[in-house]
């Protein structure tokens, strides 16, 4: 049985701004973009928002900064900031205000400009004081410490991590928008520089500009815009920590309880599932969701993507776009899984489209594995 929200609401606009570079911009002027090309896609103008959900890395107070950038007076706003996967859960939190009636048009954004400002990864979190004096480099530490985890009890290997890059880079080349292009071999991803034992610098996301909006609507007038409207099935969150000291286990994550609560509000099955979009800001991120997802079972993940399972003319269609690692990750990067399931189940994606397209499962990773948000969407074949 799903939930009575299902289908109650969708996306009728997108748009993204400066993905890879954007020099001379700042973060809220990349989110403005992003809002004004997601208002043209759906028709709209900036008058037509009436509700705001944002966060960003780089304010603290992201939906009252996007209000006052883009002159806008919404009746409902909420800045929930549970890191990358924030955006998944404002899918959540917009459909539900908009089915309660207290609002009509929901804007969700997000933009930085953290390549061009700086070239490097920024953390806005606190000191995590138990840490703080084993001089951790946060967040590829926590990521190293899961990594070596699952190795350990798994026999996962290096290899194995490689070849989620290689995929993700096989992806990318067929998507004009991404970052980093051209060829990718296992070989290469092992022989990169170690950042952090055992990850080198092949198994890290990229670290780019880029910002992405999307408009949502209830479902009654979702046909009456230009493009074909993409609806929301369900979704669900966990979190079980917020320091990686205080994980219960390494290598599980709480994926695998908002997997499953996401799949019954949708009323899907894994083989309904056409599109996966996961939050890969490293590649042991792509091994612990597909087994917490219950795609494979665990300590199977490693096996799972190998022999180019995930990449394209897989058995599985994993990140479409080319991911975090070789497409776009601007220090949060759930408003790019939302796109991205939009651009295929629009049948927008160009050369990578998915011959079949109508179930995208979406999720989200904030902190350091701590935040866990999956979400679908779907095409109106769905409903």
Not at 1 to 20: D, F, L, N, W
Not at 149 to 178: I, K, S
Not at 234 to 242: D, E, I, S, T
Not at 259 to 278: I, N, Q, S, T
């Amino acid at each position: 049985m799903s939930h009575p929200i299902r289908g109650k609401t969708a996306i009728v606009g997108m748009g993204t701004a400066g993905v890879g570079e954007a020099p001379g911009f700042s973060a809220i002027e990349l989110l403005g973009l992003s809002v004004h090309e997601a208002l043209a896609d759906a028709g709209l103008e900036l008058s037509d928002i009436d509700a705001v959900f944002a966060a960003t890395s780089s304010h603290a107070f992201a939906s009252m900064s996007v209000t006052e950038y883009l002159g806008l007076k919404p009746k409902y706003f909420d800045s929930t900031n549970v890191g990358g996967s924030s955006f998944e859960m404002h899918l959540l939190q917009a459909s539900l205000a908009l089915e309660a009636g207290l609002c009509d048009v929901a804007l969700i954004c997000y933009g930085s400009n953290q390549r061009t400002a700086g070239g490097r990864l920024v953390s806005m979190s606190e000191p995590q004081w138990h840490e703080t004096a084993y001089g951790p480099r946060h967040p590829i530490t926590a990521y190293a410490l899961a990594t070596s985890r699952h190795m350990h009890q798994y026999g996962t290997t290096r290899e194995m991590l490689a070849d989620v890059a290689v995929a993700a880079r096989q992806w990318a080349n067929l998507n004009p928008a991404a970052f980093a292009r051209g060829p990718l071999s296992r070989e290469d991803v092992l022989a990169k520089r170690m950042i952090s034992d055992p990850l080198t610098a092949g198994d890290c996301c990229l670290v780019t500009d880029g910002a992405a909006a999307c408009l949502m609507v209830r479902a009654d007038r979702a046909r009456d815009f230009p493009k074909p409207p993409v609806y929301f099935l369900g979704a669900a969150g966990a979190n079980w920590h917020r320091s990686i000291q205080a994980m219960p286990d390494l290598t599980v994550t709480c994926a695998s309880e908002s997997g499953p609560r996401a799949f019954a509000m949708a009323g899907l099955g894994h083989a309904d599932v056409d599109l996966v979009m996961l939050y890969d800001a490293f590649t042991i991120n792509m091994i612990l969701f597909l087994e917490d997802l219950g795609f494979c079972p665990k300590g199977e993940g490693g096996r799972f993507v190998q022999d180019g399972r995930i990449a394209p003319g897989g058995e599985l269609a994993v990140n479409t776009n080319g991911g975090g690692l070789s497409c776009v990750h601007p220090g949060m990067y759930g408003m790019f899984l939302i796109a991205e399931g939009v651009a295929q189940i629009r049948r927008e994606a160009g050369e990578r489209q998915l011959a079949r397209a109508d179930v995208a499962l979406l999720h989200g990773n904030g902190g350091t594995l701590s935040s866990q948000v999956t979400a679908f969407l779907g095409s109106q074949a769905t409903l």
